[in-house]
């Protein structure tokens, strides 16, 4: 019984919000390796394309709530969450015509364009704060819970209840479907396959016949439909403030470095890698230890490896750790240059 409530703990505040997270950052992260993989630079304006994708549901489905349109128990931003994606990617098609593409027809080097996104990520940072502010904005509706911790307390009878989010369940289903629905398309369809090709040898595809135009704009159609989804599943999962999303950023980077930065399996990997690290190293592992050890080795204190103040430093430590020893990742991605 000490055992079964200790696992209850234990899942309740490590491994059911670490699963959400993941997928959160997994989602984030693949659209940062799409990009890397196919236009081949580093795109420190994912972050901020996120919030801006997020800011566009979020007035939609403020707008539809004005309308009393609901879907109880699941929030209304499903419904509005196809014209954050349609809007998003339609911005970032503009930002590409009007930033990157002149620097791909210069064939400028890969840092020169990441250079670029970084003054991208501004502007785009000071549009969402200048529509929507920068205060933390809610905007989930529906049921809370799926289960309550006294239903479960009632159902098992033990003393630790586990308590589990519509927003847990829903990012975790969703980003499964995302992800599925990503890999069929690059392994199986046409277009997947020539950005594949592209992706691997650039020349060697467009002389095969494969028009560089459309791989571009597939592209970053993509990559704004993951970063919204992330997004909008981390503000219902959380809330949305527009320097979170800043702040996502380096999670985000070191998902995709550590399972590959290019790899689209290597940033699923790599995103329950950092989450699971970021929420395992913060917990304080007191209570657990009540449960599972003799009265005489139970710890004083917290048993807090770091405060959760310091999350993003875990993700900043397996970043440098990973660049160090292993550039390409866990699945060999491609060098960051």
Same mark, same amino acid.
């Given at each position: 019984?000490?055992?079964l409530?200790?696992?209850?703990?234990?899942?309740?505040?490590?491994?059911?919000?670490?699963?959400?997270?993941?997928?959160?950052?997994?989602?984030?992260?693949?659209g940062?390796?799409?990009?890397?993989?196919?236009?081949?630079?580093?795109?420190f304006?994912?972050?901020?394309?996120?919030?801006?994708?997020?800011?566009?549901?979020?007035?939609m489905?403020?707008w539809?709530?004005?309308l009393?349109?609901?879907?109880?128990?699941?929030?209304t931003?499903?419904?509005a969450?196809?014209?954050?994606i349609?809007v998003?990617?339609?911005?970032?098609?503009a930002?590409?015509k009007?930033?990157f593409?002149?620097?791909?027809?210069?064939k400028?080097?890969?840092?020169i364009?990441?250079?670029?996104?970084i003054?991208?990520?501004?502007?785009?940072?000071?549009?969402?704060?200048?529509?929507i502010?920068?205060?933390d904005?809610?905007?989930y509706?529906?049921?809370? $819970?799926?289960?309550?911790a006294r239903?479960?307390? %009632?159902?098992? !009878? &033990?003393?630790?209840? @586990?308590?589990?989010? +519509?927003?847990?369940?829903?990012t975790?289903?969703?980003?499964?479907v995302?992800?599925?629905?990503?890999?069929?398309f690059?392994?199986?369809?046409?277009?997947?396959?020539?950005?594949r090709?592209?992706?691997?040898?650039?020349?060697?595809?467009?002389?095969?016949?494969?028009?560089?135009?459309?791989?571009?704009?597939?592209?970053?159609?993509?990559?704004?439909a993951?970063?919204?989804i992330?997004?909008?599943?981390?503000?219902?999962?959380k809330?949305?403030?527009?320097?979170?999303y800043?702040?996502l950023?380096?999670?985000i980077?070191?998902?995709?470095?550590?399972g590959?930065?290019?790899h689209?399996?290597?940033?699923?990997?790599?995103?329950?890698?950092?989450?699971?690290?970021?929420?395992m190293?913060?917990?304080?592992?007191?209570?657990? $230890?009540?449960?599972?050890?003799?009265e005489?080795? %139970?710890?004083? !204190? &917290?048993?807090?490896? @770091?405060s959760t103040d +310091?999350?993003?430093?875990?993700s900043?430590?397996?970043?440098v750790?990973v660049?160090?020893?292993?550039?390409?990742?866990?699945?060999?991605?491609?060098?960051?240059?």
């Open positions: 019984m000490e055992m409530n200790a696992l209850t703990l234990f899942s309740n505040f490590v491994l059911i919000p670490g699963l959400a997270y993941g997928s959160q950052l997994a989602l984030g992260a693949l940062v390796t799409l990009v890397f993989g196919i236009l081949r630079f580093a795109n304006a994912h972050g901020d394309l996120m919030a801006f994708g997020t800011m566009v549901t979020i007035l489905t403020w539809l709530q004005s009393g349109v609901s879907i109880s128990p699941l929030p931003a499903l419904i969450l196809p014209i954050g349609i998003t990617a339609l911005f970032a098609v930002t590409d009007a930033v593409s002149f620097y791909r027809l210069k400028s080097p890969p840092v364009l990441t250079i670029a996104s003054g991208v990520m501004f502007m785009m940072n000071a549009i969402v704060r200048f529509i502010g920068p205060n904005q809610r905007f509706d529906g049921e809370k $819970f799926l289960m309550k239903e479960f307390k %009632q159902l098992t !009878g &033990l003393d630790e209840g @586990l308590s589990i989010r +519509y927003t847990q369940v829903l975790v289903v969703v980003a499964l995302v992800v599925i629905a990503l890999f069929w690059l392994q199986r369809s046409r277009t997947g396959k020539a950005m090709a592209f992706s691997d040898n650039e020349d060697l595809a467009l002389l095969s016949g494969i028009n560089p135009d459309r791989v571009v704009l597939i592209t970053w159609i993509i990559a704004a993951l970063a919204t992330a997004g909008v599943l981390y503000g219902m999962d809330s949305f403030k527009p320097f979170t800043f702040q950023l380096l999670p980077f070191a998902a995709a470095i550590v590959g930065i290019g689209p399996v290597g940033a699923v990997v790599g995103g329950y890698v950092v989450a699971f690290s970021e929420v190293v913060t917990y304080a592992y007191k209570k657990v $230890f009540v449960y599972v050890l003799p005489d080795w %139970q710890p004083e !204190g &917290l048993s807090q490896l @770091l +310091y999350k993003f430093a875990v900043f430590i397996i970043l750790v660049l160090l020893i292993k550039p390409t990742g866990l699945f060999k991605g491609k060098v960051i240059k």
